[in-house]
């Protein structure tokens, strides 16, 4: 699921406009906190793809 940028605002305790600033006048620091929501995503699609497999292994030893 794709997070909107009021979404990312809710998760960060901050107003979506505070985000839209940084994205303007504080790029770098945007741009680590969009690293930061990548790497999250990252993670949960790992775990998921473990979980899978996990499964998987589980149904042949079955």
């Known amino acids: 699921m ?3 940028q009021q979404d990312m605002a809710r998760i960060l305790d901050i107003d979506a406009r505070t985000l839209r600033n940084w994205r303007k006048n504080k790029p770098k ?10 790497v999250d995503k990252a993670i949960d ?13 589980g149904t042949k030893n079955s």
């Open 45 to 57: 699609e790992s775990k998921k793809n473990y979980e899978n497999l996990r499964d998987m292994v």
């Open 29 to 38: 620091l945007y741009d680590i906190v969009m690293k930061g929501f990548a």
């Open 2 to 4: 794709k997070l909107t």
